[in-house]
Nanobody
Framework: QVQLVESGGGLVQAGGSLRLSCAAS??????????MGWFRQAPGKEREFVAA????????FYADSVKGRFTISRDNAKNTVYLQMNSLKVEDTAVYYC???????????????WGQGTQVTVSS
C-alpha cells in the first residue's frame, strides 16, 4: 500500500503561480518504484489527467491544456512529487489529485493509488 498526501493548494489570482506537493509513504522503498501523476477535477466535470513522471524522473508528459505552464518533478530521497503551476488560468480551478502507478505506461489512465486531493482556486 502507498499513501499519498497532497499539499500546497490555495487561492491565487490569474497569472499567478502555485506549487503542489505530494508526499508518499508506505511501500516507497527502492524495491517499489512508482510512476507518479497529477490529475484534476473541476466542479461538474470528470477527473482529467494533468501530468506524469517516471520513477527516475527522466520521462514526463503533460496534458495539452497545461503544457508549457506546468512542470512535474520529483525528489525520490524525500518520496515527494511536485507540480509547479505557472501562468494559472481561471479554468485551472479544480481539486488536484496525486496518483501513483506501478508502471509509467498506465499512470495517465489507471493509477494504483490516489491521494485525497487539494483545492486550487484561480480568481480572475
Amino acid at each position: 500500500q502507498v499513501q499519498l498526501v497532497e499539499s500546497g493548494g490555495g487561492l491565487v489570482q490569474a497569472g499567478g503561480s502555485l506549487r503542489l506537493s505530494c508526499a508518499a509513504s508506505g511501500r516507497t522503498g527502492s524495491s517499489s518504484s512508482y510512476a507518479m501523476g497529477w490529475f484534476r477535477q473541476a466542479p461538474g466535470k470528470e477527473r482529467e489527467f494533468v501530468a506524469a513522471i517516471s520513477w527516475s524522473g527522466g520521462n514526463t508528459f503533460y496534458a495539452d491544456s497545461v503544457k508549457g505552464r506546468f512542470t512535474i518533478s520529483r525528489d525520490n530521497a524525500k518520496n515527494t512529487v511536485y507540480l509547479q503551476m505557472n501562468s494559472l488560468k481561471v479554468e485551472d480551478t479544480a481539486v488536484y489529485y496525486c496518483a501513483a502507478a506501478t508502471r509509467y505506461s498506465v499512470v495517465s489512465n489507471s493509477p494504483n493509488y490516489w491521494g485525497q486531493g487539494t483545492q486550487v482556486t484561480v480568481s480572475s
